[in-house]
């Protein structure tokens, strides 16, 4: 018998991929203020808050703004962004996540979502996987960004169960050092040289099953 509870999961890159969505409107932006903006960049972007993600995109650009300046720039950028995935479809759901979730909750395994993202409940309603979580525990409910553990500890909290029979999945760096931070198992989707550190690194949840899960 499992010892796994739980799992908590990332959303972006690990269920859905709105790194294109986050890519565009960044890339926008950029241009808007007179540099570009390369598909690289937005890779070190992966986890970051918003706010840091634009002080970063404006230190790269060599632009300085006011605090007020910022603050509506970073509010351009999410409108747009929202606007984009408000035409998210059930097809954009990673392949095998929605497999994975489903056998999750046939084996009785509770299930929460765990992002930093602010717009996670409309994503999940888009892509018609809501459903499947017991928890969001998002952007609207954390103070402090990954690599703290708190998105995950209240993940744990709400769904009323130990960070030990926690199984966090996740796409970066921050995110796996959150889920470690906070006494969790962790798999990283991804590259194995970039989620070091993680007990186990697959290429996506379609690689994912139950078996694994109680061989953490």
């Not at 300046?69 to 998210?88: C, D, G, Q």
């Not at 717009?119 to 525990?137: D, G, P, Q, R, Y």
């Amino acid at each position: 018998m499992s010892t796994i509870k739980a799992c908590i999961f990332d959303l972006d890159g690990v269920i859905v991929d709105t790194a294109v969505y986050h890519y565009k409107a960044w890339k926008r932006l950029a241009n808007e203020l007179g540099f570009d903006f390369t598909e690289e960049d937005n890779e070190k972007l992966k986890g970051v808050s918003r706010t840091r993600s634009l002080e970063l995109i404006l230190q790269w650009g060599d632009v300085s703004k006011t605090d007020a300046e910022k603050e509506a720039l970073a509010t351009r950028k999410n409108n747009w962004y929202v606007e984009m995935i408000s035409h998210m479809t059930p097809e954009e759901v990673l392949p095998g996540a929605r497999e994975f979730l489903e056998s999750c909750i046939n084996a009785g395994i509770k299930t929460a979502l765990g992002s930093a993202s602010k717009n996670s409940v409309t994503i999940l309603e888009k892509t018609a996987i809501a459903h499947f979580f017991n928890v969001v525990i998002d952007g609207n409910k954390v103070s402090k960004p990954k690599p703290d553990p708190e998105v995950f500890l209240k993940g744990a909290q709400a769904l009323n169960v130990a960070p030990a029979v926690c199984v966090v999945f996740e796409d970066a760096i921050a995110g796996v050092q959150a889920a470690l931070a906070g006494g969790m198992k962790v798999v990283g989707i991804g590259s194995p040289q970039v989620l070091a550190g993680a007990h186990l690194v697959l290429s996506g949840l379609d690689k994912m099953s139950l078996e694994k899960l109680n061989n953490l």
